[in-house]
């Protein structure tokens, strides 16, 4: 039962409204039983203090030698109709001068007496001899002459203790079939009420690699679950474009893998093919050589991205001098920009907190990828710019084709190309490396971004204040 509890929220749900519901009605009970005990003792009380009015008017106009013989005419018809009335007469020595046929109630007998000009005094409860619960009270009366006698008054509530047991037993009864009746009625509501998860079930059941296009119709839910269902559809994009990225990115790493290793094993299959001299086998293994490295530098970038995606890379960091930074990076590509006939040109400077070997390898990328796609005799202009809440803004800037805006959102992304003519960005010309100076920035705090208008295309970098 203890594991069922803990395994069923709808058992937990029934379990937990039927017992709020069984406390509510053994309340109620409770206080209809206490409301109507209350009612048959005002109602006993009211009659014994009509009682005690009506004795005391008679008393009040006999004299006190009369009254052993005038009592019991005058009494016994008051008492005529009310067999539950008990009625005892005592004059000052404790000598019964009237008592009706439910005899003298010793138990009342033994309590202190009202004074005869208390109109209502309390009634006690106590058992005759035959242990029949009565209610009864006891207090001084006066006589013509002005004598003090005693008057006891007791009515049998047998009656009402017989009720009161019976409506004890009833309630019970109602009480348990009503557990029985909120438990049953509780389920099927709990059941009823959960249904809609089983929506929720249902599309952890469909979901597989094949079919992470499934969604959940958040407004056909209740209010309770349609956040639920809203961060579950969400969750499913989020899978579903790392899904796809994945899938893409193990086509492209297979493609871009397959053109080194075709090339190396076609070189050795003709180096193989005959005999040859020791120049030419040489020159196989310089070709070699290069496939190799282009594969070793390729693993090291995929690696390098594979660290920083999983929060491995952690930049050192040192004030960072951005003008001599990008002035060393103009010098190492003069050449390569001379031979194109291609200008670079630097203005503003600052210096940030960061790793200067993961920086220079970032704005490198950039530089190399401008080289790449800027026409001869252009302008590759390089600007750095603090701004004045203390972050700095560089941007790299060259004329060349147009990036469609959607490839823009793309262009960061591992062996992403624009097209067949901006060819392979970045490192090793494998695509990968904007994916890799994307990394390094946001590894340092900062954020890039790709602008493509009028001709012109410019990489937005910002990057931290220096921290104290």
Known sequence: MTLALRSSLTLRLALLFALLSSLILLGLGLFVGRAVDVHFQEGDLEELHGKLTLIRSILVALPADELLEALPARLGPALVGHPHLGLTVLDREGFPLFTSAAGIPEWLLHEPAAPGNEAHPPARTGADPGQHPQRGILAQAHTA???????????????????????????????????????????????????????????????????????????????????????????????????????????????????????????????LSRARSAGEYREVLYSSLEEHERLSRMIGDMLFLAQAENGLMVPHREPVELAGLLQSLFEFYGLLAEEQGI??????????????????????????????????????????????????????????????????????????????????????????????????????????????????????????????
Do not use: K, Y
């Open 343 to 468: 200008r670079l040109e630097l203005s503003g400077s600052a210096t940030v907190s960061g790793d200067a070997l993961m920086l220079r390898r970032a704005l490198g990328n950039l530089l190399s990828n401008a080289l790449r796609h800027t026409a001869p005799g252009a302008l590759i202009r390089v600007t750095i710019e603090p701004d004045a809440t203390g972050r700095t803004a560089i941007r790299v800037e060259n004329p060349g084709p147009p990036i469609p805006a959607p490839q823009l959102e793309r262009i960061f992304e591992r062996f992403h190309r624009v097209d067949a003519a901006r060819g392979r960005g970045g490192e090793g010309g494998a695509g990968l490396g904007l994916a890799i100076t994307r990394s390094i920035i946001t590894a340092h705090g900062g954020s890039i971004h790709a602008e493509s208008a009028g001709g012109l295309t410019r990489f937005c970098i910002t990057l931290p204040p220096m921290g104290p």
């Open 145 to 271: 002459d002005g004598q003090a006698v005693q008057v006891a008054i007791t009515v049998d509530i047998e009656h009402h203790r017989h009720f009161m047991a019976g409506f004890a037993r009833s309630l019970g009864w109602a009480l348990g079939l009503a557990v029985l009746a909120n438990l049953l009625f509780a389920w099927i509501a709990a059941r009823r009420g959960l249904a809609p998860l089983g929506q929720l079930l249902g599309l952890a059941r469909r979901v597989s690699g094949e079919r992470l296009h499934e969604r959940l119709e958040a407004a056909t839910l209740p209010l309770e679950l349609r956040p639920l269902a809203r961060e579950l559809n969400q969750m499913l994009d989020r899978l579903e474009e790392a899904f796809a990225r994945l899938s893409g990115f193990a086509s492209d790493i297979a493609h871009e893998l397959r053109t080194p290793v075709t090339a190396l094993m076609t070189q050795t299959q003709v180096a």
